[in-house]
């Protein structure tokens, strides 16, 4: 996918691009326990229901993947 900013959704690529990048080596962030505090109330209300929107580390290492693959 192409985009001005960044690439976007679906983060297509051929498969000679993904093969540049080591999947399992790929560390997904960590994000801190009290890590919104310092953010205003309205914006947190989005996050209430989740710390992590349902993305697991191994599927963040794929989006990391195909992100890499992506901008490659």
Do not use: W
């Amino acid at each position: 996918a192409c985009g001005f900013v960044r690439p976007h959704v679906p983060l297509v690529a051929p498969a000679k691009y993904f093969d540049l990048y080591d999947r399992d080596s790929m560390e997904a962030p960590v994000v801190p326990e009290h890590d919104l505090e310092d953010v205003p109330q309205i914006i947190r209300n989005y996050k209430r229901n989740s710390t992590t929107y349902g993305v697991t580390p191994e599927l963040h290492k794929g989006l990391l993947e195909a992100y890499y693959a992506s901008i490659s």
